[in-house]
Nanobody, 120 residues
Framework: QVQLQESGPGLVKPSQTLSLTCTVS??????????WTWIRQPPGKGLEWMGA???????YYSPSLKSHTSISRDTSKNQFSLQLTSVIPEDTGVYYC????????????WGQGTQVTVSS
């Protein structure tokens, strides 16, 4: 059974960097056909795809967030991480990590989500 679990601070001050980690169990982040993804949902809005890291370590970012987003991985811990720099209150929301299954073209496993609030 594949499980994903987000971790990180729930409160970040404006202009600071938000760092979140997704710990994966039940599947290696280096297994082919999967993209390990960050998705967020601002309050009262829909899901927003932020970016992903592939099995070979290649990264992909939303054009609107690319300038201040970085996704990396630690294969020894089977984790992947998100860094969002210079956060603003509009970055408040629930952040999810998820696995995109390239073979089936769907997100088949999700973390439970973690609430992040940007406020001074």
């Amino acid at each position: 059974q594949v499980q994903l679990q987000e971790s990180g601070p729930g409160l970040v001050k404006p202009s600071q960097t938000l760092s979140l980690t997704c710990t994966v169990s039940g599947e290696s982040v280096t297994t082919s056909y999967y993209y390990w993804t960050w998705i967020r949902q601002p309050p009262g809005k829909g899901l927003e795809w932020m970016g992903a890291i592939g099995s070979d370590g290649s990264t992909y970012y939303s054009p609107s967030l690319k300038s201040h987003t970085s996704i990396s991985r630690d294969t020894s811990k089977n984790q992947f991480s998100l860094q969002l720099t210079s956060v603003i209150p509009e970055d408040t929301g629930v952040y999810y990590c998820a696995r995109y299954n390239y073979y089936w073209a769907l997100y088949d496993y999700w973390g439970q989500g973690t609430q992040v609030t940007v406020s001074s």
